[in-house]
């Protein structure tokens, strides 16, 4: 009569004891890269919906990776780093910290109707050329209209459902870079042209807002402030500030006051 054969059964270190208290997968953050896009793509490396995820950082729902983008608590920053390897100092520079400049942050916006602006901005060309796609931190300033790598407008919004970029909102193990509304995927999205003109002005106000800010000059917060008035000098927006226009109409606003001879913005910087 032959034995039957069982299953061995042998008693292991639990998980944690094993692990510590880092996570199975972490990732470096990109040049440039945004916080909260860090963020997704630090949940679905590690098998959890970017929605659920809010959970594991002990926040609430909505836009909880957005908000994290402008206000990082210094002890959640420190709780990342010992998780993922990489330094808090690293993960603090990822946030939207440039006081000066915060009146040019796109304001956090879950829904928004068409004449008004969303939260974050994102290039199609970069998404598709990225190895690892993501969002940068430059796309979230109202002052930014177009990628300097490609030269093309830079959108806010999906084409197929016209919603806002939702990834915070992502229920599945889906990537950033598809619309957690509809599911499209946002590096097919056709190129936007933008005049040259108001290309070159738009870099004038980047290097300009970045010697200033080097500098330490006061004279920053006039220079924001002015940039916040654009639409009201070119007659863009029916007077809403700059910051709570649309991609589309930014555009519009920087074409236009390329086009001005005498444009009082530029002559009186600095």
Same mark, same amino acid.
């Given at each position: 009569?032959?034995?039957?054969?069982?299953?061995?059964?042998?008693?292991?270190?639990?998980?944690?004891?094993?692990?510590?208290?880092?996570?199975?997968?972490?990732?470096?953050?990109? *040049?440039?890269?945004?916080?909260?896009?860090?963020?997704?793509?630090?949940?679905?490396?590690?098998?959890?919906?970017?929605?659920?995820?809010?959970?594991?950082?002990?926040?609430?729902?909505?836009?909880?990776?957005?908000? !994290?983008?402008?206000? !990082?608590?210094?002890?959640?920053?420190?709780? $990342?780093?010992?998780?993922?390897?990489?330094?808090?100092?690293?993960?603090?520079?990822?946030?939207?910290?440039?006081?000066? $400049?915060?009146?040019?942050?796109? *304001?956090?916006?879950?829904?928004?109707?068409?004449?008004?602006?969303?939260?974050?901005?994102?290039?199609? $060309?970069?998404?598709?050329?990225?190895?690892?796609?993501?969002?940068?931190?430059?796309?979230?300033?109202?002052?930014?209209?177009?990628?300097?790598?490609?030269?093309?407008?830079?959108?806010?919004?999906?084409?197929?459902?016209?919603?806002?970029?939702?990834?915070?909102?992502?229920?599945?193990?889906?990537?950033?870079?598809?619309?957690?509304?509809?599911?499209?995927?946002?590096?097919?999205?056709?190129?936007?042209?933008?005049?040259?003109? /108001?290309?070159?002005?738009?870099?004038?106000?980047?290097?300009?807002?970045?010697?200033?800010?080097?500098?330490?000059?006061?004279?920053?917060?006039?220079?924001?402030?002015?940039? $916040?008035?654009?639409?009201?000098?070119?007659?863009?927006?029916?007077?809403?500030?700059?910051?709570?226009? *649309? /991609?589309?109409?930014?555009?519009?606003?920087?074409?236009?006051?390329?086009?001005?001879?005498?444009?009082?913005?530029?002559?009186?910087?600095?």
């Amino acid at each position: 009569m032959s034995r039957e054969t069982g299953f061995a059964i042998e008693i292991r270190e639990r998980y944690l004891d094993v692990v510590g208290d880092r996570w199975p997968a972490a990732l470096s953050p990109q *040049p440039d890269e945004l916080l909260s896009s860090w963020l997704h793509r630090l949940a679905i490396a590690n098998g959890v919906a970017p929605r659920s995820f809010a959970g594991v950082l002990g926040l609430g729902g909505g836009m909880w990776s957005p908000r !994290l983008d402008v206000r !990082l608590p210094h002890e959640l920053a420190a709780w $990342l780093g010992v998780r993922t390897g990489v330094a808090p100092e690293a993960i603090s520079a990822m946030a939207m910290t440039e006081g000066a $400049l915060a009146p040019l942050l796109l *304001p956090l916006r879950e829904t928004a109707c068409r004449s008004r602006s969303t939260w974050t901005q994102f290039c199609a $060309l970069c998404l598709a050329e990225d190895r690892a796609p993501y969002f940068r931190r430059s796309w979230r300033l109202a002052s930014r209209i177009s990628c300097f790598r490609h030269g093309c407008g830079l959108r806010d919004r999906c084409p197929a459902c016209h919603g806002a970029i939702a990834p915070f909102a992502q229920t599945d193990l889906i990537p950033h870079y598809v619309c957690a509304r509809c599911g499209f995927d946002l590096r097919g999205v056709a190129k936007i042209s933008v005049e040259a003109s /108001a290309r070159r002005l738009e870099r004038s106000i980047d290097d300009i807002c970045k010697a200033e800010i080097a500098k330490g000059s006061p004279t920053i917060h006039e220079w924001v402030a002015r940039l $916040l008035r654009v639409p009201v000098v070119v007659g863009v927006g029916s007077g809403r500030p700059l910051a709570n226009l *649309p /991609a589309s109409a930014r555009i519009r606003c920087f074409e236009r006051l390329a086009q001005r001879a005498d444009d009082g913005l530029i002559a009186g910087a600095g």
